[in-house]
């Protein structure tokens, strides 16, 4: 199943996807005789709520689709959809993931997760426009595969993090460099509002099948700039949600992105930055692709 947020009355709204049709997950929750969620509710109440029972919000959804025409809100390609999880509590990125983009960067093989944050003002939609090149003339790339919690969990074992982990999205940890390096941390140029596509779902992992073996490639104007398989990952996303586990609570909704692979624009020569009308593309096997021009 894919959980998206789509329009409803200026708000975002939890949708499920089916095929390629989006349907309203809680008339599909209403139409089962199941709890409802909290009017316009988010696909972070969603998750809160039924993060744990998302076989049974499948199955509504599907007899929705069958039963209840009104349930039915557009084809997938035909929504703005927004970030799935507009609202989280907690985003939190990994630098330095993949061996090459270590190498790429020059510094040693960490021994540890290098854990950096985000905030919900910077996630933007699978199709949104960046927004960014008025606060900086060095804007890079980061195409990368970002994990979403369906339930809570403190100081869970690598074998059991996976159990946390509603599914799997896209992300672009678009990055102001500039901003990024003039100090010792690295949030200035992460956090700028309205930076960061995801989407354009969160797949469920039954549908994903194995994270660690994955495609993903990033195109700018469609020349192919980044690619790699999550299998080259230095630290597997069922040990970063381990990892991340140990000094915090994670919740519903939260977001873990887990690093991007060698190739960003900042490591090129001459550097490769991205510039106002660029198309700036990431795409991952079997969990989706996001398409953004920056402005």
Sequence with gaps: MKLVSYPSDGEWRAGAVLGSMVYDVDVALIGSGMPRLAPRATTRELLRRYGGALEQVEAAVRRAAAELPHARVGDMSDLRLGPPIGDPGKVLCIGLNYQDHVAETGRALPAHPDVFAKFASTLIGPS?????SYVTDSL?????????????????EPS???????????????????????????????????????????????EVGDPQNLELATRVNGVRVQGSNTKHMIFSVAELISYVSRFLTLSPGDIISTGTPEGIGSKR????????????????????????VVR
């Design 128 to 132: 949104d426009e960046i927004r960014c």
């Design 140 to 156: 890079d790339f980061e195409g990368e595969l970002a994990v979403v919690i369906g339930r809570e969990g403190r100081d869970v």
């Design 160 to 206: 059991a993090a996976l159990d946390l982990a509603a599914g799997l999205m896209v992300l672009n940890d678009i990055t102001a460099r500039d901003l990024q390096y003039r100090a010792t941390q690295w949030l200035a140029g992460k956090a700028v509002d309205g930076s960061t596509p995801c989407g354009p779902a969160v797949v469920t992992l039954d």
């Design 269 to 292: 020569n001459p550097p490769l930055w991205l510039k106002p009308g660029d198309t700036v593309e990431v795409e991952i096997e079997r969990v989706g692709r996001l398409r953004n």
